[in-house]
């Protein structure tokens, strides 16, 4: 609770560390951002209501904006490809185990699915899905994705998505509107950017019970290599 408390209100705690940290508080920034991108472990730290909130206080002059941006754009880079290298080496180990709570099937099977869909595109557009953002690069990495092609959607994935967000907050969150309503916001942000992942999530979970009564089985290491050779995305 006390989490979900910090999330809504994470202008108001962002503030709080500003004023007691100072410039420490771009590190702290760096970080959680590295983590969310970069560890399967942290897929639920805060990231596009991070984002916004920090365009917010830079608009409001507590953050300088483009410390605080490239700061995180940088992050978010070598997160995706910390999280990349971690899939390429210790993926397939991730299936010599049952499910666990950090290398969940079903967050694997969707993500291969998420690239059987869109390709080498899926890494962009998973930037702006929480969950999906932090596996995708993981499960490249499993699929032996070429480095050349990840490292090509990684930085354009982490530019549209850093940029878009941040400098949303710098220009909107000083607006009335915005500033008297900045939970509702935050949670609308929360809302809108889960909602994709949810209605994936629900048809997979119906497809995923016909495969089961047709005797099909759970995503496996060849599987999501299959999938990245089909797609041409690896050798």
């Known amino acids: 609770m006390e ?16 004023a007691g940290f100072g410039s420490w508080t771009y590190v702290a920034l760096f970080a959680v951002i590295f983590a969310e991108t970069g560890l399967v472990i942290t897929p639920f730290f805060p990231g596009d209501s991070l984002l916004f909130a920090v365009g917010t206080l830079a608009g409001g002059g507590l953050l300088n904006v483009w410390t605080a941006y490239v700061g995180m754009l940088i992050a978010a880079i070598l997160g995706d ?31 291969r699915e998420f690239y059987e869909k869109y390709g ?15 596996f995708a690069p993981f499960v490249a990495g499993i699929g032996r994705m070429h480095y050349n092609w990840f490292l090509f959607y990684n930085v354009i994935g982490a530019f549209m998505w850093v940029t878009s967000i ?12 915005v500033k008297n309503n900045f939970e509702y916001v935050i949670v609308g942000i929360i809302f809108f950017s889960f909602l994709p992942m949810v209605i994936e999530y629900l048809k997979y979970k119906n497809n995923s019970a016909a495969t089961y009564k047709q005797g099909g089985h759970a995503t496996d290491y060849k599987d999501i290599q299959e999938t990245f050779k089909h797609e041409h995305l690896n050798d």
């Not at 962009?124 to 999906?132: G, H, M, N, Q, V």
């Not at 941040?166 to 509107?177: C, K, Q």
């Open 166 to 177: 941040t400098f949303a907050g710098y220009f909107f969150g000083a607006l009335p509107l």
């Open 3 to 18: 989490f979900f408390d910090a999330i809504i209100h994470i202008d108001e705690y962002l503030a709080n560390i500003v």
């Open 81 to 111: 490809t910390l999280n990349y290298w971690l899939g390429h080496r210790v993926g397939p180990r991730v299936f010599s185990k049952e499910n666990s709570r950090i290398f969940n099937q079903s967050y694997l099977e969707k993500t």
């Open 120 to 134: 080498g595109k899926a890494i962009i557009l998973a930037r702006f899905l929480p969950i999906i953002r932090t």
